[in-house]
């Protein structure tokens, strides 16, 4: 159920970007779901023509590329408070001209949101996710009942620490 209405949406950190790469996939459409508000910035990046068509129809900010362009990511992400980095972009079947693997890839993510400045990376992954050198970051497994309220509620906390 998306978050509009509910009683705690007054404490959105509204004016703080949100990017989800990886909104492409299962967990990340969740992600968008649950986060979608119109008082919050949402970006996506996404490798699929069709989403990103759908995600602009909903008035989205949306990055069409490869998942593992890392300046391309980086791009996206400028000026996000928040990164939620889904890990299944960087290993499902979709083409990656810039990785020879998903580890290259997810590196590739936690520079990407060094360099843009960001301050929290919410890693959806069952793995050890590579270091971000960011303030604040979090893990999340995608196979939580609950993936993205907990994603929601960890982008809202004052701090994930």
């Given at each position: 159920m998306p978050r509009n209405g509910l009683a705690g949406a007054a404490n959105y950190v509204g004016s703080m970007p949100v990017i989800v790469v990886g909104a492409d996939t299962g967990p990340g459409r969740a992600v968008i779901e649950e986060m979608a508000d119109p008082r919050r910035e949402i970006r996506v990046f996404v490798s699929d023509v069709d989403q990103a068509a759908a995600y602009r129809s909903r008035g989205l900010k949306v990055a069409l590329g490869d998942v593992s362009d890392e300046s391309h990511v980086e791009a996206a992400a400028r000026m996000c408070f928040t990164a939620v980095l889904v890990s299944e972009a960087a290993e499902d079947d979709r083409e990656r001209t810039f990785a020879e693997?998903?580890?290259?890839?997810?590196?590739?993510?936690?520079?990407?949101?060094?360099?843009?400045?960001?301050?929290?990376?919410?890693?959806?992954?069952d793995a050890d996710p590579p270091s971000t050198d960011t303030p604040e970051v979090a893990r999340v497994?995608?196979?939580?009942?609950?993936?993205?309220?907990?994603?929601?509620e960890l982008d809202e906390a004052q701090r994930t620490g």
């Open positions: 693997n998903a580890p290259q890839v997810l590196e590739g993510w936690a520079r990407a949101a060094k360099s843009a400045g960001v301050t929290r990376v919410i890693w959806v992954t497994s995608p196979s939580r009942h609950d993936l993205a309220t907990k994603v929601a």
